[in-house]
């Protein structure tokens, strides 16, 4: 569709009879399950931290004799390393002449004699049109984001994405290769030697990997130790839950995904991170500065993901997809 820019006026923002629809993905599943834009933590910092880390020296059996105890060993000390994600700027901006908004029964196109306008506030409209967009672009970018820090007031935050953030730590890449049974119990099994710790986990699949998914397990139950629950529609099978030798895992279709790649997230490890202007808020709309006989207002907001580390997460990439197939 049409973008329109600068200004909205009567005769590049014409109103229609009809009910309003979008084919764009209005949804944002990994987004409402962590707060949305109106929950989740704040920070002060651009720079905010997700998980300090140390480990453990490999399990042993001890070899001290007593006379080898009379003796203290040297001292061996946990270090800790911190890692750290940063908050990007959303900001949108709509413009809108008082004529536009004046002339709401005014409609172009086709017109029945009892033709009504289904939009009486197009200012409302815009905003909310806003709101969706900004909510989107999160969606996008915790899922897909490219890490990046500011550096200057010319260089941009970006956050980083859960599947930046796996390709460090647990993934598996499938070289083109149909999902499969045997992938999942790999992945899985990798988390869990990863350290992961299975709180509440989701697999994040595309339409094409939903629908593979499901044919996986058109059965109710698929031996190698995954479980998949008799969760029946009419006329098939929608699998939303498996359960593995590790951890139930929930299924959810996300529009957001690569087509070739399965995202498997600790949910209960994520939250978006919002860093508030002071006497504004974390995400607002406020009028800029008039010159005329129009509105313009600015929504703003500064947004970035917590993901803890990436051992709680992991990925299957390069998967076939239909076109790679």
Same mark, same amino acid.
């Given at each position: 569709m049409t973008q329109v820019t600068n200004i909205g006026?009567?005769?590049?923002?014409?109103?229609? /009879?009809?009910?309003?629809?979008?084919?764009? *993905?209005?949804?944002? !599943? %990994? %987004?409402?399950? #962590?707060?949305?834009?109106?929950?989740?933590? @704040?920070?002060?910092?651009?720079?905010? !931290?997700?998980?300090?880390?140390? =480990? &453990?020296?490999?399990a042993e059996q001890p070899e001290i004799s007593e006379e080898a105890s009379i003796t203290a060993p040297a001292a061996v000390m946990a270090a800790r390393t911190q890692e750290s994600n940063v908050v990007q700027i959303h900001q949108e901006v709509i413009n809108l002449s008082y004529v536009k908004q004046s002339n709401t029964g005014r409609l172009a196109g086709l017109n029945s004699l009892d033709a009504q306008t289904t939009l009486a506030d197009e200012r409302a409209f815009q905003v909310q049109h806003k709101l969706v967009k900004i909510a989107r672009d999160v969606e996008h970018s915790f899922i897909n984001g490219k890490y990046q820090k500011a550096t200057g007031s010319s260089v941009p935050n970006k956050t980083?994405?859960?599947?930046? %953030?796996?390709?460090?730590?647990?993934?598996l890449d499938a070289k083109g290769a149909a999902l499969s049974k045997t992938m999942l119990q790999d992945i899985f099994r990798e988390m869990a030697g990863a350290g992961a710790y299975f709180s509440n986990m989701v697999m994040f699949l595309p339409a094409y990997q939903k @629908? *593979?998914?499901?044919?996986?397990? *058109?059965?109710?139950?698929?031996?190698?130790?995954? $479980? +998949? !629950?008799?969760?029946?529609?009419?006329?098939?099978l929608n699998i939303t839950e498996i359960e593995t030798d590790f951890c139930r895992v929930g299924v959810c279709w996300n529009r957001f995904m690569p087509s070739d790649t399965i995202l498997i997230a600790d949910v209960a490890h994520i939250a978006p991170v919002f860093q508030a202007v002071p006497n504004k808020g974390v995400l607002f709309e406020e009028e800029l500065a008039?010159?005329? +006989? +129009?509105?313009? #207002? @600015? #929504? &703003?907001? @500064? #947004?970035?993901?917590?993901?803890?580390? *990436? $051992?709680?997460? /992991?990925?299957?990439?390069?998967? /076939? =997809?239909?076109?790679? +197939?």
């Open positions: 006026t009567v005769w590049n923002l014409p109103n229609y /009879a009809g009910e309003l629809f979008s084919a764009d *993905a209005l949804q944002t !599943p %990994l %987004l409402s399950m #962590i707060g949305g834009l109106s929950g989740g933590r @704040q920070t002060t910092n651009f720079e905010f !931290p997700t998980a300090v880390l140390f =480990d &453990y020296p490999a980083r994405g859960l599947l930046e %953030l796996c390709s460090s730590g647990t993934t @629908q *593979a998914l499901s044919e996986i397990y *058109a059965s109710q139950f698929v031996g190698g130790g995954i $479980f +998949a !629950p008799a969760e029946r529609n009419v006329g098939g008039k010159t005329g +006989a +129009a509105d313009k #207002i @600015q #929504i &703003y907001g @500064q #947004i970035g993901l917590a993901h803890g580390p *990436a $051992f709680l997460h /992991a990925s299957i990439t390069g998967l /076939a =997809d239909g076109t790679n +197939a």
